[in-house]
């Protein structure tokens, strides 16, 4: 039997499970009339962005459609990868989509569940959740697995060996829609959620001294609004783009390592186990009444930890089935992924959670002033990165060698790649108890909006704080598979230059030696364009977040009444202006990283393009890694403050700390899980217009 | 005619004309006896902390040299070795010494000539820069020629490439002495340095409300020691170390490229033009009376400039000399380092100085709060990396093609390796222009603090704030060459590794394509490292400056009369804490930088250690880069402010922007400055541990 059924059949109860968590949500009641009043201007809001975004995106897709297109009858690059590039990238968005949907309905009925109890509001939250996570991965199954079917039925006269060979290298391409529409949510998401929330922040917090989500404040429902668009809308379809692209590049080295057809079938059916194995972990997601957040964390972490050992279990009977005894190897690179997920995560909360010293010496630290938060908090991140770095280094090592690589350096590639398939494995599950912190969020922001009991916004706080951690969690996760996988894609590009070089008559060999200029070269300007990019992002949070601040300052002093709660602010005016600034600094960055490969390609030639990759893979590892963990600990430093500690709310610490949460928001939700998307989105790019550099390089 | 003996002249003749500047500063009156009283505080202050600071670094140094005598008791390294390691120590913390002596009495009449006229207060200034410039270049080509001499005599019965070979090598492990000094000096100056000013500013400035240098604060002495034995003795062991690395890595590439002692004479002799056109171009720097910043700056550039084109138009007749007409590619190398030495320099003064849009958006930034200084300014710095970026990456493709490195790779390694010697070759008096810096800063002390007229301060203020982007200029300078003779150096350590291993009969081929696991996880780590090494820079300076704040609060507390200026303060305890704290980091930070490529040696083998060596000089640069340039940045937008822009001093703009200052006074003194010697430290470290490794690695 071919195990590639698997994959569809996977794909599909992810799907139907993900309405049967849809159903649990819509049985909760929208509270009362004033919640529901509140959730409706959330949601709107949410509509209102992602209309315009996906519209502007619209636009970068028909031309890039239309240049593929012409590429295509010139031969240089298959008919099959604008048509995909569309579907990858309305699957990826669709993923955002319709968790964004089904997150601003659960965030008023999280509320109103934690009005009866913790437990109940969890459930809403994480079934939220949990929606996100099954879309996300049962979408982007079902669009390979369509693909596979009509890639193997148009090519079903060749012999396998070729056709295998054709099939994979067209997959190898359909990561770019996907990584396109990633980008595109997650740094418009992500400026539009940062410049909010910064905004708001910096004059309601800092300046006037009203709580967070005080109905006054005008950039609130725009902050609530970004919380949707940025981490449920943007993740999801960044984590769509990471779990596609981890399966096509360990596709697409089967060939090379000589396993055919069965090394793409691996994959697949470990994918498709993770998926049933993340619908089994959902339903050990439970807690016991208004517990301590160890026991809340203990629960979310239950689920997953199910989850890992099933995969665990069953992976090996796949992978001595399909492959056979001797290439038990691939099992324990696929163990390898999935143990390093888990300790990256294990790490990443030691950094970032106030039960551990780094994040207690950030609040300490805000004693001193806000300038020692930020060194500290700096300094953390920065110290934070060996861990990472360390456990996927052992996680290379480990699957290379496993895989065969001393023997054979093409297996050990794909034992490589196929170690991110391990760690993204769990998504599903992963992934839901990531993408329930912002509704949490939202709910806790409604309950306060809507005047409910401080018990309620007690216990929607106590899922927000978790949500942080997991939030965190998620991220180091994401970073950590994208290095898998982009050092999959480098020598899937490598391949795919090679075979294409040859088909070609093109006389062209790689010399991928650090000691080239070429590849040197290369290193450089991606350790340089990851800054750049960053820059990039950072600045447009930072210009972004200004105007909102002028704007908020602007209705204080404008509109009668608003500081007494006697007159409502303009709520829609922050709405559109984070809206503009997002998508008008959209152009340049998703220029950067499509037209860097292509530029490096055409002037150093591929061996340049590889070092590119690899340049921007590590330097871009390393800053996403400290990037999103300053973040995370500046966040949980201030909330430790705000628990009574060094002062507690209000105290000269408690501003120092503010400052630090508020770097860390562009850092922790922009442009640092940009960067994954930028790594891989560029070396999708490189390999699709592969053939366009070999054929016009200078060198 | 043998032109190496050029070197020893060049060298000789810079100590001469040091001489000739000391005494032009010891001329000129000290000024009243407070001024004397306070310089003298400061001396004995930066006295006091050199010499705890090179008896705990002598510990260091004994102890390697056992290690290195032992090891070379059994042939791992050449017994020549532990000596020239404690030679290029030893000269190089003699330049920091000699240089931070000068800088320590020209401050006091720096005030005392600005009280006559600026261009009086520059020429101190200046001179006691061109003291610290020449001291070092003269230092480090005597030592080098010194070796030169006794290798060759030492080798003398062996055949001409033969023997330059072992010259060579030689030469090439002498780097470690003065690297090691320059990372003790840098990082323990640098924690020094800026835990005294950050300290000092956070009470004295944001919350006590008094101005900068005032004699109240109890910091205010330390913060002027740490002027010197960071900005001064710091740089200096620092520049010290760059200069000699780059011309022992070239030296090291020229037997493989073919050119033996030839091109070994080049670089040594390009060098001693190099001192000669500084000596020359000093005296084309002076200024008319009271003149604008902007002239000014031109006063000093006009000293580089006149150098540059003297060594342009000079080595071109060395290489044609000494190469012959068919090598004059390895001049346009040359010409290619010298020319983007000046683009660098350029560019470092768009970012960091107050004329150009990006400071003034960090400026304008500080109204919406010291939350959007951050993020404005790191985005600025990390924009800014693709500048240098760029210009060294057409560096290192021009001087490889120009010096034939498309027909022979190893001579456009060469290439490479000599262009970094052609940017360094000004450093005589880009030193001079840089190192003037701090002389000035600490002239404003005191004059602030002897209560001098407020003309003089005005004028110590110009030449200070000149100071700001002569310093950014002289480290993206100092980054710069570091890349490319980072560059080189992984390139000499292949040439070593496998010279040890034909000598050895040790069965070793280098694989070092970016796709070999052992590469990559090098180029992991060696991303990693640079980050934990900053975080540690970073803490080390949070912690010691907080230490500070603490003290200095409580001597506004505990001392009656102080706020009123009835009592003094208790400086020396200041400057205790200071030492104390700078030292105590030191053994970790050493630590990493010794141990790191020593043990991945170990583990993954020479292909790992070149994968470290390539992913930290990568990450490295890029770090480095944006660290100077925010600082930079930060530092003169708070300059811009304080003269009157956006709410002038004391507005709460002005308070965000010190907190922008204070996070960028580590980065840019302390973190960012050790990274290049961190990675030219790990370099050298492997190249001297390169057999051990070879022998004793796992892979």
Known sequence: MNLVVFAPVGATLALLF????????????????????????????????????YKGVSYFFIGMFIILFILAQFNFVSIFVPFAFITGGFFSGLSGYLGMKIATNANSRTANACSKSLNSGLKVAFSSGAVMGLVVVGLALLDLSIWYYILNWYYKALPMAERVGYITSSLLTFGMGASSMALFARVGGGIFTKAADVGADLVGKVEIGIPEDDPRNPAVIADNVGDNVGDVAGMGADLYESYVGSIVSSCALAVSAGLSINGVTVPLVVASVGIIASIIGTFFVKSKEDVSQKVLLGALRRGVYFSSIIIAIVSYFIV????????????????????????????????????????????????????????NGLSVGMLSTACPVIIVSISILVSYICAGGLNNFNQGLYGIAISAVGMLSTLGITLATD????????????????????????????????????????????????????????????????????KNNLDFTFDLSILNPQVLIGIFIGGAVTYAFSAFTMSAVGKAASKIVVEVRRQFKEIKGLMEGKAEPDYAACVDICTKSALHEL????????????????????????????????????????????????????????????????????????????VGDPFKDTSGPALNILIKLMSVVSIVFGLVVVTFSLF
Chains 1, 2 share one sequence.
């Not at 790490?347 to 609040?363: L, M, V, W």
């Not at 939202?442 to 927000?464: F, Q, S």
Request: charged letters at 15%.
């Open 320 to 375: 001595v089935n399909v492959l056979g005894k001797e290439h038990i190897g691939v099992y324990f690179a696929i163990l390898s992924g999935l143990v390093a997920g888990l300790l990256i995560g294990f790490f990443t909360e030691y950094f970032t959670s106030d039960h551990y010293n780094p994040t207690k010496s950030i609040a300490k630290a805000s004693e001193t002033g806000p300038a020692t938060v930020i060194i």
């Open 587 to 662: 152009v340049k960055i998703a220029a950067i990283a499509v037209a860097t490969p292509i530029i490096v390609g055409l002037i150093l030639g591929p061996n340049g393009v590889a070092g590119l990759l690899c340049g921007a893979t590590v330097a871009g590892f390393v800053l996403a890694v400290m990037m999103a963990n300053s973040g995370g600990a500046w966040d949980n430093a201030k909330k430790y403050i705000e628990a009574g500690n060094f002062g507690g709310k209000g105290s000269e610490a408690h501003k120092a700390a503010v400052v630090g949460d508020t």
């Open 18 to 53: 993900a309405v049967y968590f849809t159903r649990i949500i819509f049985k909760v009641d929208e509270g009362t009339d004033k919640m529901k009043y509140i959730a409706n201007s959330i949601r709107s809001g949410a509509n209102a962005y992602l209309k315009r975004q």
């Open 435 to 502: 993408a329930y912190g912002p509704v949490a969020d939202n709910a806790g922001g409604i309950a306060e909006m809507a005047g409910l009991d401080k018990e309620v916004r007690n216990r929607t706080d106590a899922l927000d704080s978790l949500g942080n951690t997991t939030a965190a969690t998620g991220k180091g996760f994401a970073i950590g598979s994208a290095a898998l996988t982009a050092l999959a894609f480098i020598a899937a590009y490598k391949d795919s230059i090679e075979s294409l070089a040859i």
